[in-house]
């Protein structure tokens, strides 16, 4: 009886419940980054993976050829740039959808979600058609005159931005709608009836009261962004060089896998410092709101 019972206490024990999940973790998130680091202060080798001893030269070459620097500096920027567009385009649409009473609601929700139904390189594949040189663009303005020669949309910035903002403007709005559908309408009735206009009363009440909403959907688009490599390789080429294509190409091309390893540790810092930087900003902000 006393087994039995031990028997059940261990079971009914909330380690033993998440063991299965911390067992996942460890072996597909913490062992790989463990890998990683060990790798990056691992002698390269272009004959095998890596070479006999340990070196700091890795870190030394990424973080002192400006050329490296260029790339992270590019990929971070870039990264802001698609997250502000995104931000921009995106928290118009949240509180369109959140404040709307129609009964076709449901049709403008089909219209964000079913993208992401597709793939992200069948939605490419359908931009390459838009945006190259001879595609529907640039075919319709030589015909109604407004242009003569050939407008470059792709194997450039421009179109590898307008790839990401199509693919990962949903995971921008999906976030600001659910927090603004959480404001009180009533709030703004309110503010409207105590004399205060329409715009007035926005960004005095519901801006602030959706910081929680742009501050999960800003991250999570620019964590996706500057982690993208299908975008970039199939509307940039290899024109458009940012750090993931970079971390590739260094340890599939040149075989250079542990100063591949530290390309991508570096950029692993640089964001979660960004993040971490960006948090304490919000956090500051939404103790002014609730204070």
Partial sequence: M??????????????????????????FLLLP??????????????????????????????????????VLSNTLLFGFITTIVCLALGYPVAYHLARIKSRYKGLLYVGILSPLLAGVVIRCY??????????????????????????HLMYNYLGVG?????????????????????????????????GASKIKSFFRIVLPLSLPGIQ???????????????????LGGFK???????????????????????????MFAATVLIIFLYIKIMARLMRGVVG
């Avoid at 838009?130 to 663009?137: E, S, V």
Wanted: charged share 10%; glycine share 6%.
């Fill in 162 to 194: 307008i790839g990401l903002v199509h693919v990962y403007l949903p995971f921008m709005i999906l976030p600001i709608l659910g927090n603004i559908q959480g404001i009180d309408p009533a709030l703004e009735a309110a503010a409207r009836s105590l």
């Fill in 2 to 27: 006393k087994s039995s019972a031990a028997h059940r206490s261990i079971f009914r024990n909330p380690l033993f419940l998440i063991l299965p999940s911390i067992l996942i973790l460890i072996c």
């Fill in 33 to 70: 980054y463990i890998t990683m680091v060990v790798m990056s202060f691992r002698t390269p080798s272009t004959s095998k993976p890596y070479a006999p001893g340990f070196t700091l030269s890795n870190y030394m070459k990424a973080l002192t050829d400006p050329y490296y620097l260029n």
């Fill in 126 to 151: 359908g931009w390459i058609v838009l945006l190259a040189d001879n595609g529907l663009i640039n075919d319709l303005l030589r015909k109604t005159g407004m242009i003569q020669s050939q407008v």
């Fill in 216 to 234: 999960s959907g800003t991250i999570l688009v620019f964590v996706l962004t500057i982690s993208a490599y299908v975008i970039p390789i199939l």
């Fill in 240 to 266: 458009v060089m940012i750090m993931p294509t970079l971390v590739v190409q260094q340890i599939l091309e040149s075989f250079l896998w542990p100063f591949g390893a530290a390309l991508a540790l570096i």
